[in-house]
């Protein structure tokens, strides 16, 4: 009995150990469940990214598992049917023993078969959530798969309706880049000439020309006759200093200067043995006698140098050069009459390039120059508005570096200064939004699959635009400039221009301009839609 008692005591206190791992067992247990579900919650947060590293776990422990089946197989290869029998007797013989236990013995495997299959549950339960979780996962799986093949259909469905929208679109043939090379060819020999002619002169100094406007930025509102602008930067004679001066009237928007022509002694270069007298501190008389006149004299208004004389003066000396140039040869000069720039076409019979010289004075060693080119149709001859032509072109020229070969922003651009043409909206406003969205969006998504999306997105800029009455400036005042455009402080730091002023202060304009939009957008809708 002493015994039996004993016997018993000893299992009550294993019975309690039990009860505590199990109680420590179910707490684990839900312990794991919440950790399940934050980890649920997470991954349908993380699904895309924690299913490819999921796929690509599963692939190797199935390509570990597979090379070790193989090299199992491959060490097995020699095993032969007694070794598989010694096997099968050794699993019965282990059985027998089982059966031959004494009671006591049973009474305890009965209470340890209670708690393995406590055990057993509780893992069954783990891999059934294992189990759960990668049919979830598999799930998962499928949508991804489902979603971009979605995700194929709609690029494809859209690369081929911005493809049928193009073929809808005439658009104008011409070789840009072959007009561009042949302009800069003849801006360079002309530039030769130009040195030479004016070398002892005290006209001003022509530098090398730039490409500017929309044929050097790779797109033309015209069907035909493109305009291949240059501005040629000038810098002072001998003698001679430029001084911009800010006109009063362009304190407000943007900025009109006038250029002040300053004489400065040379006495220094006369003593040095320099063929020049001193405009200043030689007698008139003398300066009429053995010198040529002063630029003062001979391209200014007062002290100011005036842009028509100066219009006038390019188109003197192109039509002087010409003759001596190579191209002449083969070419047949047209000039057209001057005001703010020098205009001419030239012609061989198949082929035909109409050129505009602009000229103007650099501020500084920014992209910023005081040009010819007007804003308004009436303005002062001494009147130079400020140009940020240069720095425009470095825009397009930054952005062509970068965009994917197929990229269509300067067909979206081209088709929209079409579209309004005769409509009221200037070709400069829809390139000003075109830059601002170039800006703002990335440049591989004006891809051909992207271009109704794309045009859409200038029509409802021009829309907003419109309704609001604002649309800034693209150069003044935008700090976030792609580096290698140089601004001046100044227009670094002005604040925004707003180029739909007018409609602000006048209700008729703004008006007019809205119903001058409802017109453009429904001409695009009826391209769209292939209405005529």
Request: glycine share 2%; charged share 25%.
């Given at each position: 009995m002493e015994v039996r008692a004993k016997l018993q005591e000893e299992e009550k206190i294993r019975l309690e150990r039990e009860v505590e791992q199990l109680v420590l067992v179910k707490q684990g247990l839900l312990a794991w469940g919440d950790l399940l579900c934050s980890a649920w919650q997470h991954w349908q947060l993380w699904a895309p990214a924690g299913l490819l590293l999921l796929l690509l776990a599963l692939w190797y422990m199935w390509r570990k598992g597979s090379l070790r089946r193989e090299e199992q197989g491959e060490g097995h290869d020699g095993v032969d049917e007694e070794e598989v029998e010694n096997v099968d007797a050794y699993e019965e013989d282990a059985g027998n023993e089982d059966e031959g236990d004494s009671d006591m013995e049973a009474e305890e495997d009965d209470s340890d078969d209670g708690h393995a299959e406590d055990v057993d549950n509780a893992a069954a339960n783990e891999e059934r959530d294992a189990a759960n979780e990668v049919g979830n996962e598999a799930a998962n799986a499928a949508n991804v798969n489902d979603v971009g093949n979605q995700v194929e259909e709609y690029r494809d469905g859209a690369d081929n309706f911005g493809r049928i929208i193009m073929e809808r679109i005439q658009w104008p043939v011409w070789d840009l880049q072959e007009g561009r090379m042949w302009t800069r060819s003849l801006m360079e020999h002309f530039a030769i000439y130009f040195r030479r002619v004016l070398s002892n002169s005290f006209y001003p100094v022509l530098q090398g020309a730039i490409g500017v406007g929309s044929a050097f930025e790779g797109w033309s509102p015209r069907e035909q006759d493109v305009v291949y602008q240059v501005l040629i930067p000038m810098t002072p004679p001998r003698g001679h200093s430029f001084h911009l001066e800010l006109g009063t009237a362009g304190q407000?928007?943007?900025?009109?200067?006038?250029?002040?022509?300053?004489?400065?002694?040379?006495?220094?270069?006369?003593?040095?043995?320099?063929?020049?007298?001193?405009?200043?501190?030689?007698?008139?008389?003398?300066?009429?006698?053995?010198?040529?006149?002063?630029?003062?004299?001979?391209?200014?208004?007062?002290?100011?140098?005036?842009?028509?004389?100066?219009?006038?003066?390019?188109?003197?000396?192109?039509?002087?050069?010409?003759?001596?140039?190579?191209?002449?040869?083969?070419?047949?000069?047209?000039?057209?009459?001057?005001?703010?720039?020098?205009?001419?076409?030239?012609?061989n019979g198949r082929e035909s390039y109409r050129i505009e010289m602009l000229f103007g004075v650099r501020q500084g060693n920014s992209d910023v120059f005081v040009s010819s080119q007007p804003r308004q149709a009436h303005t002062s001859s001494t009147i130079w508005p400020e140009s940020y032509a240069v720095a425009e072109m470095k825009f397009f020229r930054y952005i062509a570096r970068r965009a994917p070969p197929d990229s269509l922003h300067l067909k979206c651009l081209q088709f929209f200064t079409r579209l309004q043409l005769g409509l009221g909206f200037s070709t400069y406003t829809i390139k000003t939004i075109v830059m601002h969205l170039l800006s703002i969006l990335p440049v591989s998504q004006w891809r051909r699959r992207h271009f109704v999306r794309r045009l859409m997105d200038i029509s409802e800029s021009l829309r907003t635009c419109v309704e609001m009455r604002r649309l800034n400036h693209f150069i003044v005042g935008n700090q976030r400039l792609p580096e290698g455009i140089r601004l001046p402080p100044e227009v670094l730091m002005a604040r925004s221009c707003n180029l739909f002023h007018d409609l602000v202060m006048d209700p008729f304009a703004h008006s007019q301009a809205m119903s001058q939009y409802v017109d453009l957008h429904h001409w695009f809708k009826r391209i769209l839609k292939n209405e005529q």
């Open positions: 407000r928007r943007l900025r009109n200067f006038r250029i002040r022509v300053q004489q400065e002694c040379t006495c220094t270069s006369e003593r040095q043995g320099e063929n020049m007298l001193c405009f200043l501190h030689h007698p008139e008389e003398e300066l009429r006698r053995h010198q040529d006149p002063s630029l003062l004299h001979s391209l200014c208004t007062g002290s100011y140098l005036d842009v028509e004389k100066t219009a006038r003066w390019f188109y003197q000396l192109v039509r002087a050069i010409w003759p001596a140039l190579r191209e002449s040869h083969h070419w047949h000069l047209v000039l057209l009459p001057p005001r703010h720039s020098c205009q001419f076409k030239v012609t």
